[in-house]
């Protein structure tokens, strides 16, 4: 067989076209809104949910992957590659690299390598991307390995709620660091703490949004002062428009920079709110630059946004 299996959750957020593309298995968080629960990878109009969530009063809750789930993704994997390596969504705010792991020690005969993102959404998706991209080039196990160490470890990834509730509700922040954000009406820069096994925590507090996303620029420009190299992305959470705006900001200031517009969906849009926005970038080496595609890629072209294009 020879080949690398690449496997990650629905939080990476990945097109339809995308998973054809790359190749890889997706399996689903469960998104519980009421009485109704779901698949996340199941949904295709984010802007209805980010409608309905806005009304109402109480927080979505999220499940991981059932053990059965990774189960069943390996197994129908291990007929057709040597090995796998399975990319998933920070265990410092979920519990799928656990189960992941669990099903992975439950197959020993299967060459398994869990991989813990440290992130969500466009942090998984970009160490994805990249692993899948060389895979498909011919990279060894090992060298696939190494790579996504390399973007966790160099990854700047920062993101700026419109209000801290959703993460105050969902227990995803320390409950004094949102009422302080509420009462001085701060707009935080949050990000995955690493030293907190990825966690989310406070970057910056910043009085407007405004300057909260000049700060934010400020931080992609030190990354591009030492590294021109740039894989880049913006973020949002039921925000098209002003990630669109947040685009052509990065565009102007870097012409050699197509930054990607990657869509949060249920699962991680329920507990950092509506209205987020981000930026998410590393510096290429000269390998991964042979391999990362450097055109505009809109992740969630397939999402009904409420847009015409």
Same mark, same amino acid.
């Given at each position: 067989?020879?080949? +690398?299996? +690449?496997?990650?959750?629905?939080?990476?957020?990945?097109?339809?076209?995308? +998973?054809?593309?790359?190749?890889? $298995?997706?399996?689903?968080?469960?998104?519980?809104?009421?009485?109704?629960?779901?698949?996340?990878?199941?949904?295709?109009?984010?802007?209805?949910?980010?409608?309905?969530?806005?009304?109402?009063?109480?927080?979505?809750?999220?499940?991981?992957?059932?053990?059965?789930?990774?189960?069943?993704?390996?197994?129908?994997?291990?007929?057709?590659?040597?090995?796998?390596?399975?990319?998933?969504?920070?265990?410092?705010?979920?519990?799928?690299?656990?189960?992941?792991?669990?099903?992975?020690?439950?197959?020993?005969?299967?060459?398994?390598?869990?991989?813990?993102?440290?992130?969500?959404?466009? @942090?998984?998706?970009?160490?994805?991307?990249?692993?899948?991209?060389?895979?498909?080039?011919?990279?060894?196990?090992?060298?696939?390995?190494?790579?996504?160490?390399?973007?966790?470890? #160099?990854?700047?990834?920062?993101?700026?709620?419109?209000?801290?509730?959703?993460?105050?509700?969902?227990?995803?922040?320390?409950?004094?660091?949102?009422?302080?954000?509420?009462?001085?009406?701060?707009?935080?820069?949050?990000?995955?703490?690493?030293?907190?096994?990825?966690?989310?925590?406070?970057?910056?507090?910043?009085?407007?949004?405004?300057?909260?996303?000049?700060?934010?620029?400020? $931080?992609?420009?030190?990354?591009?002062?030492?590294?021109?190299?740039?894989?880049?992305?913006?973020?949002?959470?039921?925000?098209?428009? $002003? @990630?669109?705006?947040?685009?052509?900001?990065?565009?102007?200031?870097?012409?050699?920079?197509?930054?990607?517009?990657?869509?949060?969906?249920?699962?991680?849009?329920?507990?950092?709110?509506?209205?987020?926005?981000?930026?998410?970038?590393?510096?290429?080496?000269?390998?991964?630059?042979?391999? +990362?595609?450097?055109?505009?890629?809109?992740?969630?072209?397939?999402?009904?946004?409420? #847009?015409?294009?």
């Amino acid at each position: 067989m020879g080949k +690398i299996g +690449i496997v990650t959750d629905s939080v990476t957020y990945l097109t339809p076209e995308q +998973i054809d593309e790359l190749q890889v $298995e997706v399996v689903s968080l469960v998104i519980n809104f009421g009485d109704q629960s779901w698949p996340e990878a199941s949904v295709s109009d984010y802007r209805d949910f980010y409608e309905q969530l806005r009304q109402v009063s109480y927080l979505p809750t999220t499940s991981q992957p059932s053990m059965g789930d990774f189960l069943q993704t390996y197994d129908r994997l291990a007929g057709k590659v040597s090995s796998i390596i399975s990319i998933h969504l920070s265990a410092g705010v979920s519990g799928t690299v656990q189960v992941a792991r669990s099903a992975a020690r439950m197959m020993p005969g299967v060459d398994i390598s869990v991989v813990d993102s440290g992130a969500a959404a466009i @942090g998984v998706y970009m160490m994805v991307d990249a692993a899948a991209r060389a895979v498909a080039a011919g990279w060894e196990k090992e060298r696939v390995l190494q790579a996504l160490e390399y973007i966790k470890e #160099n990854r700047t990834l920062l993101f700026m709620p419109d209000s801290l509730e959703y993460l105050k509700r969902g227990g995803r922040i320390g409950g004094a660091a949102a009422m302080v954000g509420t009462l001085l009406q701060v707009k935080p820069i949050l990000y995955f703490n690493p030293g907190k096994n990825g966690t989310i925590d406070v970057y910056e507090k910043i009085r407007t949004k405004e300057k909260g996303l000049q700060r934010i620029l400020a $931080e992609l420009d030190r990354a591009y002062r030492q590294s021109p190299d740039l894989k880049t992305g913006v973020v949002h959470v039921g925000a098209e428009a $002003e @990630g669109k705006a947040l685009v052509q900001r990065v565009r102007e200031l870097y012409p050699e920079l197509s930054p990607d517009l990657c869509p949060v969906g249920p699962v991680v849009g329920a507990h950092i709110g509506p209205g987020t926005l981000g930026i998410c970038c590393y510096p290429l080496t000269s390998d991964l630059k042979e391999i +990362i595609k450097y055109k505009q890629l809109d992740c969630g072209a397939s999402h009904a946004m409420g #847009n015409s294009s």
